[in-house]
Nanobody, 124 residues
Framework: QVQLVESGGGLVQAGGSLRLSCAAS????????MGWFRQAPRKEREFVAG????????YYSNSVKGRFTISRDNAKNTVYLQMNSLKPEDTSVYYC?????????????????WGQGTQVAVSS
């Protein structure tokens, strides 16, 4: 089992940047694929980015491709989401998630563990 704690959210102006972090407990972090999701009020939780257990494969939603970068440091049990060129429509609660599945899962039901979320607000 793994516990996840996100940090790094906040308020930023459009065009700005934020870096989210997700710290994981447990010694098996490196065996999990990791993902970032987001959920805006009255909307479904949506996939943002994912990374394989080794970090050699990544996958992004079309809405963030070219602006966001997911990475991981298995020695620090941490996954990151670098968010550049932020837009007001990126405003959401961002969640970190871990999956036991191979590759880079993109569906929310493919993830087994979730953090509590961190709020990102982008002003215009």
């Amino acid at each position: 089992q793994v516990q996840l704690v996100e940090s790094g959210g906040g308020l930023v102006q459009a065009g700005g940047s934020l870096r989210l972090s997700c710290a994981a407990s447990g010694r098996t972090f490196s065996t999990y694929a990791m993902g970032w999701f987001r959920q805006a009020p009255r909307k479904e939780r949506e996939f943002v980015a994912g990374i394989s257990w080794s970090g050699d494969r990544t996958y992004y939603s079309n809405s963030v491709k070219g602006r966001f970068t997911i990475s991981r440091d298995n020695a620090k049990n941490t996954v990151y989401l670098q968010m550049n060129s932020l837009k007001p429509e990126d405003t959401s609660v961002y969640y970190c998630a871990a999956s036991v599945r191979v590759g880079v899962p993109a569906g929310k039901y493919e993830y087994d563990y979730w953090g509590q979320g961190t709020q990102v607000a982008v002003s215009s």
